[in-house]
């Protein structure tokens, strides 16, 4: 069962240097969620959208963009890379807003 | 404001015992509650959702307290294998938010 996917699993990107972090899932989720992970620390919401066609900001969207073309793929674009951007990266989905929450394995990015 | 608040730990217990997490939430109105586990340098995953009469599954029993605004996870007869962090969920808004996680509690289990 693949569930979410996300690619890749490990990124070194120079300061400067865009990317896009890919998601999928195949559990005909309608909403899917980006979060990042700081070492030691809560994960914290990017964005989210709740159907193909609509995104909304979550608590810390500066210096990224999403799409949601579909229904199964959510990407997460860094433009500009930061050190700060320096995370893992969890893409998420879920059939509604009080529904449990299945993660993708994570995204290491590292901006050097 | 509204929050989903736990004691970060860690909580370092020896095996076979037990150990129980508290996770206060801020909105009277929240309906649904869930326990996450996350281990390190994993994905977080679910451990159990919280239901109103409280839930049992194996050594986990989970508890929700309206009036105080809390929920709880008590773990029994404690394995090296349950160290990891323990994250609580709440939906605090009502509509299409999304649920919001707590920053987790940090168990470990010793032998």
């Known amino acids: 069962n693949a569930g979410v996917t996300q690619t890749p699993k490990f990124r070194i990107l120079k300061i400067g240097q865009s990317m896009t972090l890919q998601c999928t899932q195949d559990m005909n989720h309608n909403y899917m969620y980006w979060y990042r992970q700081d070492p030691g620390m809560g994960l914290k919401l990017i964005y989210y959208s709740v159907g193909a066609g609509i995104t909304d900001k979550g608590e810390v969207p500066n210096g990224y963009n999403v799409s949601r073309s579909t229904t199964e793929d959510f990407p997460l674009r860094l433009e500009l890379a930061a050190p700060s951007q320096t995370s893992v990266y969890f893409c998420?989905?879920?059939?509604?807003?009080?529904?449990?929450?299945?993660f993708g394995e994570g995204s290491w990015l590292t901006v050097v | 404001r509204k929050e989903v608040e736990q004691d970060p730990g860690p909580f370092n217990v020896p095996e076979g015992a037990t150990v129980a997490f508290n996770c206060t939430y801020s909105?009277?109105?929240?309906?649904?509650f869930f326990w996450y586990r996350q281990d390190c340098r994993k994905e977080p995953k679910l451990l159990m959702s919280?239901?109103?009469s409280g839930n049992e599954d194996g050594r986990f029993t989970a508890q929700l307290n309206r009036a105080s605004q809390y929920i709880s996870l008590l773990i029994r007869d404690s394995k090296l294998s349950d160290s990891a962090t323990y994250l609580c969920v709440v939906n605090l808004f009502s509509g299409n938010t999304p649920l919001v996680f707590g920053k987790g509690t940090r168990l470990s289990v010793i032998a």
């Open positions: 909105n009277s109105a929240s309906q649904s």
């Open positions: 998420a989905s879920s059939k509604s807003s009080g529904n449990t929450i299945y």
């Open positions: 919280v239901y109103s």
